[in-house]
């Protein structure tokens, strides 16, 4: 008769326990590095890329791209048209890209057809300085935004 209530007691001592073990799982997950949401200044000024490319962020929604690989053939170049980089105007707006950090959407037109088209910067602060990545670049192109460099 005492062996039952044993039983219990410990059934009760192990799902409380896997239930703290999935807590602070979920909660690493979705820690504060994760969910900081980005202001204007995080983000305004001159990116550069290793590759020499150029994001310019303006505090008033718009941007200049220099270079910037596109996201894909329905971006609006015409198929087979040589080259895969964009440079022009585009505007900008604080968003996610699925999976991935907080970060900002550049939008602008493709020059050849006029159809709209959609980058990505994932945005990470870091302690040394703020860098993003453009996650539908293949490459693994880095962009790290200039020091006080703001237009």
Not at 9 to 18: E, N, R, S, T
Not at 48 to 67: F, I, K
Not at 91 to 110: A, H, L, M, S
Request: net charge neutral; with cysteine.
């Amino acid at each position: 008769m005492s062996i039952r209530p044993r039983r219990l007691v410990w059934w009760f001592i192990g799902a409380a326990g896997l239930f703290a073990a999935l807590l602070a799982a979920f909660r690493i997950d979705l820690g504060e590095d994760r969910s900081t949401s980005l202001v204007v200044t995080d983000v305004e000024g001159t990116w550069t890329s290793t590759d020499g490319d150029r994001l310019t962020v303006r505090p008033d929604g718009s941007a200049d791209l220099e270079g910037v690989t596109r996201p894909g053939p329905d971006c609006g170049q015409v198929a087979g048209a040589a080259g895969r980089d964009y440079t022009g105007p585009a505007t900008w707006v604080f968003d996610t890209y699925p999976d991935e950090r907080p970060g900002i959407r550049f939008d602008y037109r493709g020059p050849s057809t006029g159809k709209p088209c959609k980058v990505y910067l994932v945005v990470v602060p870091l302690k040394d300085g703020t860098r993003g990545f453009l996650p539908q670049d293949t490459d693994g192109v880095r962009y790290m935004r200039s020091a006080g460099s703001r237009d």
